[in-house]
């Protein structure tokens, strides 16, 4: 049994529960509860001064083993290379206290196996499995090649063609053990072949067939869309999660609402973005123009969708690459930038931890701090409730506990602790 004391974020966006506790046996929560009703048995205890305890976070949008923002140097990519940045990439997340994450295109999932198997100790994958991209579209990341040379490049995207092609990917994803599918309907703003962000992309039959194909799986499809037609094509087909989401407007919000969808708007990586682009010479004025303009859209878009409580959740979109401001060791940076959005810190907690567990299908076993659930749990030095910023410095994650394991402890040797 481990016992955790301390002020208690449960995730469910409540006020905290000072002097709080929480006991856990196997992989299980089997209690939530004040120190003081804490029984009398033995127990590892774990406390911290002004500490907190909370669900382990998820991040909401990943792209594991990319490694590099400039698609040129994805051509280079090996499977190999790729799921060794990929396990570079998910410790960084744990040690900031992340449990989980949902990658939208990548081979992640083909890890699992080793995972199983116990050869492999990572953060929970959730995966799309490849994306699907329509040709020339946002995931055609090689438009420099011929077609025929692209599509035989290492890559994280299927070009489809046709309802019939669009299917037969979705089922390759399933066959892999893909847990959503993941469609491209819009460009964005690295694309290649648009150079004006309210291209559309995959016509409402294309959509509706991996809407239908993700259904007999058992799940949703989510869609990178920026630009305003591909948001409302891809809501009024069907899709489900909305992901980045720069120029929405009031049917799109009304729709999201209406259809109970979600919202992942990943302003760390246009955060990052930005910031590279301003102190870097050399960059193309289209490239620097179209992430301005964006970047501004984005906070307006994300403020009607606050406003109507649209279902929001926490992804950073971080591509893993130092030089341009995206490792995966300042994933937290998402949690920020939705606090300078207007989302009080509480919200985002929740943010990242309730809501992103729904995202992930998974709300029943993970997300808040309730018996029964699996035993995902932080230990933090401070109050990020009051303050996110405490959530961006990883040494003040203390202890990350993942299936009822601890799989990060920095504490100091501690004293035996009397439950009582």
């Known amino acids: 049994m481990i016992v955790l004391k301390g002020r208690v974020l449960d995730g469910n966006g409540g006020p905290p529960m000072e002097h709080g506790a929480v006991v856990l046996e196997g992989n299980r929560i089997c209690r939530v509860c004040q120190e003081q009703e804490l029984p009398d048995c033995a127990a590892t205890v774990y406390t911290v001064e002004d500490g907190t305890i909370m669900p382990g976070l998820i991040d909401a949008h990943v792209h594991m083993g990319w490694g590099s923002a400039a698609s040129v140097d994805w051509i280079s990519i090996t499977p190999q290379l790729s799921m060794a940045r990929a396990l570079r990439d998910m410790a960084a997340l744990r040690e900031q206290g992340y449990t989980a994450f949902r990658d939208l295109g990548s081979d992640v999932i083909?890890?699992?196996?080793?995972?199983?198997?116990?050869?492999?100790?990572?953060?929970?994958?959730?995966?799309?499995?490849?994306?699907?991209?329509?040709?020339?579209?946002?995931?055609?990341?090689?438009?420099?090649?011929s077609l025929e040379a692209s599509e035989r490049a290492y890559s994280p995207a299927f070009l489809v063609n046709g309802v019939d092609e669009v299917r037969r990917a979705c089922r390759i994803n399933a066959r892999n053990g893909a847990d959503f599918i993941k469609i491209m309907t819009t460009g964005g703003v690295f694309s290649q072949g648009d150079k004006a962000s309210p291209h559309s992309h995959f016509s409402q039959e294309e959509i509706r067939a991996a809407v239908e194909e993700a259904e007999n799986m058992g799940t949703y499809v989510s869609t990178h869309a920026q630009a305003n037609r591909g948001i409302k094509m891809a809501l009024k087909n069907g899709v489900k999660s909305i992901e980045h989401g720069f120029y929405l407007d009031d049917e799109c919000v009304e729709l999201m609402v209406k259809q109970d969808c979600w919202l992942v708007p990943t302003l760390a990586i246009m955060h990052a973005s930005k910031t590279y682009f301003e102190r870097t010479q050399g960059i193309l004025p289209y490239l620097r123009e179209k992430t301005d303009r964006s970047y501004e859209a984005h906070y307006r878009s994300l403020e009607l969708a606050r406003k109507a409580h649209v279902r929001v959740g926490v992804g950073c979109d971080f591509l893993g690459d130092e030089k341009f401001g995206c490792p995966y060791s300042q994933a937290t940076?998402?949690?920020?930038?939705?606090?300078?959005?207007?989302?009080?810190?509480?919200?985002?907690i929740t943010m990242a931890t309730k809501v992103n567990a729904g995202i992930l299908l998974m709300e029943k076993e993970l997300g808040t701090l309730e018996a029964g659930k699996l035993a995902d749990v932080l230990l933090v030095s401070g109050a990020p409730d009051k303050d996110i910023r405490v959530l961006r410095q990883a040494e003040n994650v203390k202890l990350v506990i993942q299936d009822g394991r601890v799989v990060k402890n920095i504490l100091p040797a501690q004293p035996d602790h009397p439950l009582q």
């Open 333 to 348: 940076l998402e949690l920020e930038r939705l606090c300078v959005a207007g989302y009080t810190p509480m919200e985002v």
């Open 110 to 145: 083909l890890m699992r196996p080793a995972v199983e198997e116990g050869l492999l100790d990572v953060p929970r994958i959730f995966g799309a499995g490849k994306i699907l991209s329509q040709i020339g579209g946002h995931g055609d990341v090689y438009q420099k090649l």
